[in-house]
């Protein structure tokens, strides 16, 4: 059996799921940091195929990209940032679909912002994050329930919401290795 001492000497120290940095922009502001992102879900990646049969075996044939899931972040509640993280998501929804009118807003600028997502390591003094995400087109899809009561003493609130986004860029190695949708001209990075 190999311990971690071993395991870190031969391949590099493993990076670790507690170890994240967290911005979000809402529509027209700036990237703000979220310190109290307690728990995060990176959506998954793919490609949708179709099957065809042109001689033989059937086989799968691309036709466009998916990405599985929506990004769900949960944050821890204080005093301070309850504001922030609940009350700032609520309003952003009402940007989405008009409280006043119901109406869906027609210009999805007016409500889409970003996320970003990077996981930093020891190479990160040297200006070469491991993997950095930045979500487009991004907006609050559900702010879930919290639970309270009087038995839950001991507990702190947390609040998860869910957020839709229509893709993803990842960027690796400071910035040389890169996947996703390039040359939109949405977003200067």
Not at 5 to 29: K, L
Not at 113 to 141: C, H, W
């Given at each position: 059996?190999?311990?971690i ?12 799921a507690?170890?994240?940095?967290v911005y979000?922009?809402?529509p027209?502001?700036?990237f703000?940091?979220?310190?109290n ?13 179709v ?7 059937m ?9 599985a ?17 609940r ?7 009402d940007?989405v ?10 210009n999805r600028?007016n409500?889409t ?7 930093p390591?020891?190479?990160?003094d ?11 087109e ?10 309270l009561?009087?038995?839950l ?16 860029m ?5 910035g ?7 040359g939109?001209?949405q977003?200067?990075?």
């Amino acid at each position: 059996m190999v311990d971690i001492s071993t395991f870190t000497d031969s391949f590099g120290r493993p990076m670790m799921a507690n170890e994240y940095i967290v911005y979000i922009q809402e529509p027209g502001g700036d990237f703000e940091f979220y310190d109290n992102v307690e728990t995060l879900t990176i959506p998954g990646k793919g490609i949708g195929t179709v099957q065809r049969r042109l001689w033989g075996p059937m086989i799968d044939f691309p036709y466009d990209r998916v990405f599985a899931g929506e990004i769900e972040l949960t944050f821890s509640l204080t005093e301070e940032n309850a504001t922030k993280s609940r009350m700032k998501f609520s309003k952003w929804m009402d940007k989405v679909i008009l409280p006043e009118s119901g109406a869906i807003n027609p210009n999805r600028g007016n409500y889409t912002g970003y996320i970003e997502i990077i996981l930093p390591s020891a190479k990160s003094d040297q200006g070469k994050d491991p993997i950095r995400m930045v979500f487009q087109e991004v907006f609050p899809k559900n702010i879930n329930p919290v639970s309270l009561g009087y038995g839950l003493q001991n507990e702190y609130i947390r609040q998860t919401v869910t957020f839709s986004f229509r893709d993803y860029m990842e960027f690796a190695d400071g910035g040389n290795i890169r996947s996703g949708t390039f040359g939109t001209g949405q977003l200067d990075l």
